[in-house]
């Protein structure tokens, strides 16, 4: 990819525009990807998202093969339900990956990429994210709650062989 694509914005559907940001975390010992949903207002009034949107999404190699997923388990608790109002011409960012469950060490040579209910264990390459986030009709929401999908740009995600190494 020529352009950084964790700065591009979707296309704007229905007032926002959305984008995903994907940050290394070392846990120590374990490894992961953090994913957040960063959702801007470019309307004219409030609207509410909810922090638990409907994520769908794909991971690709660089010859543009899906990556297969892993099988691991997820436990813990889930985050809450919550609203969060988003200001016209401002942004929020929330955070969309799953963090809970086994998440592999640097001896396994992988790093955790967990979001849309798939998990993904990532050795040293490049790859890239495609998704979107559904946001659904909640009946006990408030009245400015945004219904919609955004279609969010693809993200490359990169895994070193520093990131995976030993001491």
Known sequence: MSKDSSKQWSTKTDRLVGRLLV?????????????HLEIRNEGFDPVAVINQPKISCEVYDVSGTPVPTLESSANGPRQVRQWCVIPTDAYA???VDAQTGSVPTRQQGMVLLAIGGRRWGLKPGTYLLKASAVFNSDEDGPANQWVGELQLPPVEVVVTQEMVATD
């Open 23 to 35: 940050v290394f975390e070392d846990l120590r010992p374990g490894l992961r990807h953090a994913v």
């Open 93 to 95: 960012g929330i955070r």
